[in-house]
Structure formats: structure tokens, C-alpha cells
């Protein structure tokens, strides 16, 4: 398998050099499952942050979450995104490339005066 370019299902959304921001698409076409990943390298470390929409059947389980953010401090959710095989190679290597990429972008930022 090969990695395409452009990808199926990952859209570059921003590239600021040392932090660069994708959208991954879900199979099922729903844009709620989509994960917004963003890349980012700094003085010490990269980071990648994956974020994306969380929705709760509140009627059924209201009560159950209340007691959860008064007792624990949070609600726990789960996400599900399905990815092709493509969909799923695409999103491996562009998170690779995205890292490598913005990690020398800072290390040859950092050798400047």
C-alpha cells in the first residue's frame, strides 16, 4: 500500500511551520466523527492533540453524568472514527511525516541568532 497524495480522508487545514492542523474524515460521512489533529513542536517536545465532537444522550443519562462531574471531576465519553485501510495508512503517515516535519522546522528555527 501506498501513501496518496492528496490523501483520502486527511485534509491540511493550516501549516504555520513549527504547528501544522488536519482534518481526518470519517468514512461514514458523518462530520461529527471527524477528528481535528493538530502537530506541534516546541522548544522541548512535539505534541500531537487530537480533538472532535463529543455528544451524550443527556435525557437518558443526565443524572448519571452529573454525579460523575461531582464526584470524579469529569464525564468519561468514548469516540469512534472508521477509516478505510487507505484512510487508515494515509492518516499513519502523514502524522509521521507532520512530526518530522515540524520538529526540523524547529530545530533549524532554534539555531538562528
Known amino acids: 500500500?501506498?501513501?496518496e497524495k492528496p490523501a483520502e480522508g486527511i485534509l491540511?487545514?493550516?501549516d504555520w511551520g513549527?504547528?501544522?492542523a488536519?482534518?481526518?474524515?470519517?468514512?461514514?460521512g458523518a462530520d461529527g466523527h471527524d477528528h481535528d489533529v493538530w502537530v506541534e513542536a516546541d522548544r522541548y517536545d512535539v505534541t500531537v492533540t487530537i480533538?472532535?465532537?463529543v455528544k451524550s444522550n443527556w435525557r437518558v443519562n443526565r443524572f448519571r453524568q452529573i454525579w460523575d462531574l461531582?464526584?470524579?471531576g469529569y464525564s468519561e465519553h468514548s469516540v469512534d472514527i472508521s477509516l478505510t485501510q487507505q484512510q487508515?495508512?494515509?492518516y499513519a503517515y502523514t502524522l509521521n511525516e507532520a512530526i518530522k516535519d515540524v520538529d526540523r522546522f524547529?530545530?533549524?528555527?532554534?539555531?538562528?541568532?
Do not use: I, R
Open 12 to 14: 491540511k487545514t493550516n
Open 70 to 72: 461531582l464526584t470524579k
Open 18 to 20: 513549527n504547528s501544522k
Open 22 to 28: 488536519y482534518k481526518v474524515a470519517c468514512h461514514c
Open 88 to 90: 487508515a495508512f494515509n
Open 1 to 3: 500500500m501506498n501513501y
Open 51 to 53: 480533538y472532535t465532537k
Open 106 to 113: 524547529q530545530k533549524e528555527s532554534s539555531k538562528k541568532p
